[in-house]
């Protein structure tokens, strides 16, 4: 596994609640699920699925993470969904994420896609594209 696996995840976690606007509408702390909790209050962000595949370039290492967040919400609750989602896309795209060893040279928002049920629930999944590179000592 790769050694900065739980670094990308704890420097979008931070991302997130380091956001105003998301936890405005996320709550403060933000309303984050992670595999075994509970259901929380709607709306809420989860990270779903990461996927890391080597990279290198210049015979330079690195990494590329996916990292598959989403937010989930229903229509008409006091905070509507889309407002979530865009608050998540926000923090994250573009983000300097701190971790020790490692540097993000690009956070991306690459993909969106929402998924709607007829009883007024909203899923969006939102996938990030984050590369990195080792610090040198």
Known sequence: MSGAFDAVEAGLTSALQASAAVRAVLGDPVRLRRPGDPMPAFPFVEIVRHQVSERSGTGTPGEDHRVDLAVTGR???DVPVSAAREAVRAAVDDADLPMDGWRSILTL???IDVLTTPAGASRTLMSVRVLLE???A
């Open 75 to 77: 229509d008409g609750e």
């Open 109 to 111: 928002v690459v993909f």
């Open 134 to 136: 080792p610090v040198s």
